[in-house]
């Protein structure tokens, strides 16, 4: 069974081709600038390399069949016919507390989404385009739902409740929702195999730390907390993103810089975070290489990241009386060793031990274990895929 998973940004869309029985990808990319001047499309299959299509994409009714030209294309494609795709996978940020696990896409579904737009008026529209414009090209073929928010619907009601009225709540949806939770599950998913544990008796802490980071608390398989909230804004603080802090900072700012909502939202979404901080850049990369040069607030804005993940251990240790194994994954957590080891230091009162060499020059883009194999808790970095998780969801769920 072959499965087109679809991810659209707002002028992006990635997309990958799964063979869901061979777990092979067949072949992925990625259109950027999507009705923006200078749209390209950079498709790449394993056995062809990449290429690159530049033309203009007026929406992404435009941008799925250049895809779709690019995956029967017989030099560059991947597939003979577009009838060789089963079914297509969505990704969408959020769905609320309609949905706590993928679905099959109906009109009455997407009508709900449609609904949970105001929690996501960044993301979810843009989700909705990608699957309007496959519809409109791949009428008969069944599409799946994929919820960034679906994973963390089993935390309990004292996580998600903030200290608002209640009615907050009830009359506004303001809850703490969570996201990256295809890509929590997916690594809960593994490190329950590699812990080789009864899974209801397991502890996880998954740390998802990229661009945007979360970090989630997994009890018995299952989010019983999570450090983004009721937007992806919530938790340690991410490139651009704040982060925790006082709300009474939010007043403060809009009165101090006379910022409207739109400026404290950008303010606190585009310009804080790492990059705030820093003054440098939002990408862990350079902030290395500065703070080795001697730059301090890049040094600053490593550190405040390293010890915000560290308390969100520390406290999801404490909700769930222990933990078994500490996962890093995404753009930071695979691959920058020095922030793993920040993180993890000091965390021995907790029986952490890890093999600190080991940490420094284990392969990266593999599943590993960097912890001392007497150590309590186990310390694992597993790659995310949350596509492929995306494409078994939906195998899954049509066949
Ligand atoms: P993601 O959002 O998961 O794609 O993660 C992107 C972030 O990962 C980038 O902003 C970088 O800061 C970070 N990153 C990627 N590769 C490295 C690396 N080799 N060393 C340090 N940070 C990295």
Known sequence: MKVLVVNCGSSS???QLIDIDTKNVLAKGLCERIG?????????????????????MKDH?????????????????AISSMDEI???????????????????????MLRVVEELTELAPLHNPANL?????????????PMVAVFDTAFHQTMPEEAYLYGLPYEAYTE?????????????????????????????????????LGNGSSITAVKGGQSIDTSMGFTPLEGVPMGTRCGD????????????????????????NKKSGVLGISGVSSDFRDLGDAAKAGNKRAAAALSTFAYNVKKYIGSYAAAMNGVDAIVFTAGIGENDRTMRETILKGLDYLGVDVDFDYNMSCPRGEEVVISKPDSKVKVFVIP????????HDTARLVK
Do not use: W
């Open 36 to 56: 923006i001047d200078g749209s390209m499309l950079t498709h790449k299959t394993p056995d062809k390399g990449s290429v690159e299509y530049k033309e203009y």
């Open 245 to 268: 802090m006082d709300p009474a900072i939010v007043t403060y700012l809009m009165d101090k810089l006379g910022l409207d909502t739109a400026g404290v939202n950008a303010y606190m």
């Open 86 to 108: 089963d079914a297509v996978g969505h990704r969408i940020v959020h769905g609320g507390e309609k949905f706590s696990q993928s679905v099959v896409i109906t009109d009455e």
């Open 13 to 15: 869309l990635k997309y």
């Open 384 to 391: 995310t895929d949350e596509e492929m998780m995306i494409a």
């Open 172 to 208: 506004l949806m303001i809850r703490r929702y969570g996201f990256h939770g295809t890509s929590h599950k997916y690594v809960t998913g593994r490190a329950i195999e590699m812990l080789n544990m009864d899974a209801a008796d397991t502890r996880i802490i998954t740390c998802h």
């Open 129 to 141: 385009m990608g699957i309007h414009a496959c519809k409109a090209i791949m009428p008969n073929v």
């Open 61 to 77: 009714t435009y941008a799925i069949r250049m895809v779709l030209a690019a995956l029967v294309d017989k030099d560059t494609g």
